[in-house]
């Protein structure tokens, strides 16, 4: 991706290039002495560079947003929240199994207020950047390019590749997305329909893939809007029956854990970041709305929906490990009583729901392979539209695949969470805070941004290794 496809304009090569064309007039031109040349060039230079600086400071890429069909502030707010209301949330009750209540509830609420700060210091970054750039908007990947570019010497070289590494985590997560929602579909049907026939789970994953390849065949998404629609009226009403099955009896913290076993911790952290981060959204969201300053407010969208989203996440990660202690499952539908017509009801009704969710989770990995990597392969090709339809018929025979091969809801959850969302979450908007105020920082900001983002970064690295072979570990166990 090049700059001038970012529109980029630079204040400082523009100087540079003012004071080559300068020099070679002067040479040319043959002025008296290198003194006099060189103090009307520093004259010059000055006034070019303070006019430069003006309208740097002037530029307010809010003011230059154009959006089709912008989105209120009441409307970012519940894009959020309904992001939020997925499989992950379902997972919680186990991840508090894995961390224990008492660290769970800690915990969570830590890592949600670490996310919440990625969250905005990534925006904050983008803003920056976008007024030095002056572009109204960056994706996530042109963020990070642009970021490193301006950062210490020894990132810039890498700047290129940021892109590519940030659209391949991008991929990872949705297809890993992909196939917990694979799994979450056919075990609850699973479950449901038990009492009436009895077939194994990969005959219902194999039922599953026609109509899934079929449903992502849809290319646009505003003909994905009524399925999405469709998916929340069905969520919500599903949470309020699982929330009526965990309080309908007292609840007992008889046999329950406080503190879980410290190897099961890195299973609660994938979890827990996988359930809360929405960091491919959060951008898009922000640059498609009405009022943007109010995204980043104290009281503002972003605040207010990660406050939400934490307290719904940390309320039924406690309540439902309270209620159903070591036995719960993987997602805490396969723990409702499946002779009771109302608990069969809502592992189908979730069920259809997290399907409807399915393209529209599978459009960003769509999006990221066919548009930027194999289109511009295929723009002569007469065929073109025939291979967008092999590619999207192939990402999905791949996330069938894996979820055939490992169908642990659980560790699925966890391995693409810490995996994807320990980089996508945590490191990598900390390293492109750090190299996008790097140049106009001083010693002293420079140092305590340097050891604060450092923290973030090592936090998510080992959040990814120990995650990561955690997962993997006890996945290898479970088919060993």
């Known amino acids: 991706m090049s700059h001038d496809n970012l529109g980029f304009t630079s204040s400082t090569v523009a100087l540079q290039n003012f004071k080559k064309s300068s020099s070679s007039k002067g040479h040319q031109n043959g002025y008296g002495s290198n003194e ?63 961390a224990g209540y008492i660290i769970g509830l800690i915990a969570t609420i830590v890592i949600g207020l670490l996310c919440t700060y990625c969250m905005r210091i990534l925006v904050l970054s983008e803003y920056e950047l976008c007024k030095r750039r002056r572009v109204p908007s960056m994706s996530y990947p042109a963020t990070a390019e642009s970021a490193l570019l301006e950062g210490p010497v020894v990132l810039r070289p ?3 590749a940021s892109i590519h590494i940030i659209n391949t985590f991008l991929m990872i997560y949705q297809m890993g997305t992909c196939c917990v929602y694979i799994v979450f579909i056919s075990r609850n049907l699973q479950l ?56 309908r009896e007292p609840l007992t913290f008889e046999d329950r854990v406080t503190v879980g076993e410290v190897k099961n911790f890195p299973l609660f952290f994938g979890t827990v970041l996988f359930a809360l981060e929405s960091i491919g959204v959060i951008m898009p969201l922000e640059n498609e709305m009405k009022t943007p300053r109010s995204f980043m407010k104290p009281c503002g ?85 025939l291979w967008e339809y092999v ?54 900001e420079k140092k305590l941004m340097l050891a604060k983002n ?3 970064v090592l936090i998510g690295a080992l959040g990814l290794v120990v995650g990561t072979y955690t997962s993997l570990r006890d996945i290898i166990a479970k088919f060993s």
């Open 158 to 160: 890498f700047s290129k």
């Open 454 to 456: 450092i923290c973030l």
């Open 192 to 247: 449901a329909l038990s009492s009436f026939v009895t077939m194994e789970l990969e005959v219902y994953m194999a039922i599953l893939l026609v109509p899934l390849i079929f449903v992502n065949y849809i290319r646009n998404l505003k003909f994905l809007a009524p399925c999405s629609t469709i998916a929340n009226i069905i969520m919500f009403a599903g949470f309020a029956i699982i929330l009526y099955y965990i309080f």
């Open 301 to 385: 969208v972003l605040n207010i929906a990660m406050g939400v989203i934490v307290t719904m996440y940390t309320a039924l990660g406690f309540f439902g490990y309270i209620r159903f202690g070591s036995e719960i499952a993987g997602s805490i539908t396969l723990n409702l009583p499946n002779e009771e017509d109302l608990g069969i009801a809502v592992q189908i009704l979730l069920a259809i729901a997290i399907f409807f969710t399915h393209p529209i989770q599978c459009y960003v990995a769509i999006d990221i392979s066919w548009n930027e990597y194999i289109s511009p392969l295929l723009e002569k090709y007469r065929y073109k539209l």
């Open 36 to 98: 006099k040349r060189g103090s009307i060039y520093s004259l010059e230079l000055e006034e070019k560079k303070k006019c430069v600086d003006e309208q740097d400071n002037d530029y307010d890429p809010y003011d230059y947003r154009v959006v089709e069909h912008p989105t209120t502030d009441a409307e970012t707010l519940l894009h959020l929240l309904k992001g939020s209301l997925g499989t992950g949330i379902l997972a919680m009750p186990k991840a508090f199994y894995n």
């Open 391 to 444: 590619v999207r018929t192939v990402i999905i025979l791949i996330t069938f695949g894996l979820a055939v091969t490992i169908p642990e809801l659980d560790l699925f959850i966890s391995l693409f969470g810490a995996f994807c969302l320990s980089g996508l979450g945590l490191a990598f908007p900390a390293i492109i805070q750090l190299c996008a105020f790097w140049k106009v920082m001083g010693p002293t």
